[in-house]
């Protein structure tokens, strides 16, 4: 990443952190149907304001009838927001009707997409984007509705693009959906200029460049599709690969028979089947097995896992904890995973405690859980690993942004791996230094930044003086900065704080978390 754009970008991902990935993509969605409905008043998009707003009232009540059945069955608990958000992306893929026929269509493909949820599913995950299996199924077989993407018009280009760019800054898959944009548009210029060879017509570049991005659902794919987390697979490379494939394939729509195309949402569910052979992930759930805090804020969280999960030290997990009337911020969060590799089954977490007075829902359900409960891990994400090769490494760490060095660090000790690290922690004060124990017995070299000095410090580590950490502080304590590979974890906004310190590092590798 490139040092001088991090403390900018993570200032921006410390507010949208305030609310959670899923509501977050829900009142994007809410607001671009608004938007539509406004546009569609004034005659500037095709469908009609009733068409729209009947397509979304049948789509939104299958849709949650069907998710709240079947997650009774299953004993799960009904998520409002997911049933929304599928009923919001169809809306914008599905052709509007008024017609007896056409919402048949509409409601049918809304109960597939939900319905998929649960059939075509791993270990509790879905395997296809929901909204793109009910729009094919209903658009392939001619079932009284078809996938129109009327959302990719120029009027509605501008509020995609930046409710879109805010979701992806969000969820950090800004890169993601840009090779995939590039892809798309990319061969969709090479189609059209063939096209035009082809009809004896001239070629505009201009005009078919505004063609791709304005006039096409490329931006909405990409923002509120192609993003979902829970079809992608966890490594960036990986990520990369899917995205560059649903591109090509969207860009091009490959013709099957003369029946149908390999276009849009097509080209999505390929992609999801790819991420799928990528990683072969789902649900895996935990047992609590014991809590402590670690610091006079920050707490662990000691699971035993039921079941077969794997990860790369310095990853992170998504935690659900399922619970009632869930706040604006969901029932889902991120952690970095403490434990190493090496310690499964057994995983720890950690997290600060943060604000008491007003507490997420969130907060308080998993402040209320006890040994015995079980929860879920949904999956685990992130390229926060550390480099192949001998590359010397600085580690930062910003409070309890510690807790992925700590399983980097664990694992090393466990494979008996050699490497040059120094890592350099960042506490308000000494109390608030988590697992010295464990990482004095690593023997790494380590550089102390808190307000009071803390007692009996190893002989390895060194105490900052009560200096806040600047460029000049890192540079001191770690004279050949400019020879590692650098990643710092911690508070967005702390991360932004200390980008500039850095700057002078090899390379630069961000950890951020918002919170929770």
Known sequence: MTSFLTAPRQRVLAVLGAISMYRLVLFALLTLAVISLALSTAGLIGPAPLEILASFAVLAVVISVVDAMAQRILR????????????????FVLQPSLTAAGLSGTALAGALASLSKYLIAWRGRHILNPAAFGAAVVTILGLGSFSSWWVGTPALAVPVAVLGLAVL??????????VFLIAAIGVSLVRQAAQAQLAGLEFAVPDALLFAVAQSPFLFLGAFMLSEPLTLPPRRWQQFSVAALVGVLAGWPISVAGLFTLGQERALLIGNLLAFAFAVRGSVRLVLEKRQFVTPTAQELTFRVKSRLSFIAGQYLELDVPHRRPDARGTRREFSILSAPADL???????????????????????AAEPGAVLAVTGTWGDFVLPRGGTPVLMVAAGIGVTPFVSQLRQLRATGADRDVVLVYVASEAAELAFRDELAATGVRV?????????????????????????????????????????????????ADLAPALQRARSLTTDAFAGY
């Open 76 to 91: 799960l608990p009904w998520r409002v927001e997911s049933s929304l958000v599928t009923s919001l992306i169809l809306l």
């Open 169 to 178: 800054w969000r969820t950090e898959k800004v890169r993601i959906v840009l």
């Open 447 to 495: 550089a102390v930044f808190t307000r009071d000095e803390p007692a009996d410090l190893p002989a390895h580590w060194t105490w900052g003086g009560g200096a806040r950490l600047d460029a000049a502080g890192l540079e001191s304590a770690v004279p050949d900065l400019g020879a590692r590979h650098a990643f710092i974890s911690g508070p967005p906004r702390l991360i």
């Open 345 to 367: 089954p057994t995983l720890r977490i950690a997290y600060k405690d943060g604000d008491q007075k007003h507490p997420s829902s969130y907060k308080r359900a998993l402040a």
